[in-house]
């Protein structure tokens, strides 16, 4: 925890600790306000959270009146995690209410990082001590897998998977015959992230679905976003989240930007819980997201 704590903390410092730097002056006067505003403009906070969070602080700094470096910094902790939802859920609802496994599945456009974070996702719950069984219905790139079986024996976890260009939804339904064959605790599905039009997605993707739910209903459909794609990244959200009802989103490279201000954007656009982070590519590189560290990264 400390080592993803300190990762995150590198590529967020500037935001934080602009941030701070900029609220600390001693003459909060117009010209700093604006340099606050774009500070989280340009992390990808988005506007109308951005112009929220300067009114709070304007209002807060004032009623405060004279202020000490603590007192600034604990104001801009309070606000900034209150800007993130601390109350929502981020569970990451594996556990089946009937006798079947778990089914979680995983859903983005190709190169956010599906593979591999369903891949490190096999990994938390292995080591959580349940059982898993990966479903490589990302049929559309021809090494997802090979990567994602590649997975699946560093971790422990049984692969099935079809012919390459095989249909996605066959795999899935595999893949879930197999977990209940097994008396698997979770079955992850990875699938393909194919945005060539939005009818191709949605057949696809609401196959794949339906195909699954004849076992029994689906407790999770993570969205995974890359967080360097900023604005793009959310149009791409915005479409997943008309073919899927997203339960959670993956923010992935979070440790290749400093613009960690997409997590309160995106989760205003969906209106679900960023649930994970991505910090790396590496098999431990994967963290519950909690708005009281985060910040604490951020703002050192
Ligand atoms: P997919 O096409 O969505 O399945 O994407 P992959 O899982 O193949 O990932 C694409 C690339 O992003 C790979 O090189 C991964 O190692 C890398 N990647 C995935 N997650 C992260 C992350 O959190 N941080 C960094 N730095 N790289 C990541």
Not at 133 to 159: H, I, K, N, S, Y
Not at 177 to 198: C, M, W, Y
Not at 223 to 234: H, P, S, W
Request: overall charge negative; charged content about 25%.
């Amino acid at each position: 925890l400390v080592r993803l704590r300190a990762r995150l903390a590198r590529s967020q410092n500037s935001l934080g600790k602009g941030l701070l730097t900029l609220l600390s002056r001693e003459h909060l006067d117009e010209d700093t306000w604006e340099e606050i505003e774009e500070t989280l403009l340009t992390a990808d906070v988005g506007v109308a959270p951005t112009q929220e969070l300067v009114e709070r602080l304007r209002e807060r700094v004032r009623v405060l009146g004279t202020r000490t470096p603590e007192e600034l910094r604990g104001l801009l902790r309070e606000e900034l995690v209150a800007l993130l939802g601390p109350e929502l859920d981020r569970t990451v609802h594996t556990e089946s209410p009937s006798d079947v496994p778990g089914v979680v599945m995983v859903v983005g456009v190709n190169g956010t990082g599906k593979t591999t974070t369903t891949g490190k996702l096999a990994r938390v719950l292995v080591a959580d001590g349940k059982s898993v069984v990966l479903g490589a219905a990302d049929t559309f790139r021809a090494a997802a897998a090979d990567q994602l079986q590649t997975w699946g024996e560093r971790v422990g976890a049984r692969t099935v998977r079809g012919p390459e260009g095989g249909d996605p939804a066959s795999i899935a339904y595999d893949a879930v015959k197999e977990g209940i064959a097994e008396k698997a605790d979770v079955v992850l599905i990875d699938t393909a992230g194919r945005l060539h039009t939005k009818t191709g997605l949605m057949d696809e993707l609401g196959k794949v679905k339906r195909v699954v739910e004849k076992h029994g209903p689906l407790d999770e459909i993570l969205l995974v976003l890359d967080a360097t794609t900023g604005q793009n990244g959310l149009i791409q959200a915005r479409v997943f989240a008309e073919v899927v009802d997203i339960t959670g989103i993956v923010l992935t490279k979070l440790d290749g930007t400093a613009k960690g201000g997409i997590v309160v954007a995106v989760q205003r656009e969906l209106g679900v819980p960023v649930k994970l982070v991505g910090l790396g590519e590496g098999p431990d590189d994967l963290a519950p997201f909690e708005p009281g560290a985060f910040v604490d990264a951020l703002i050192g």
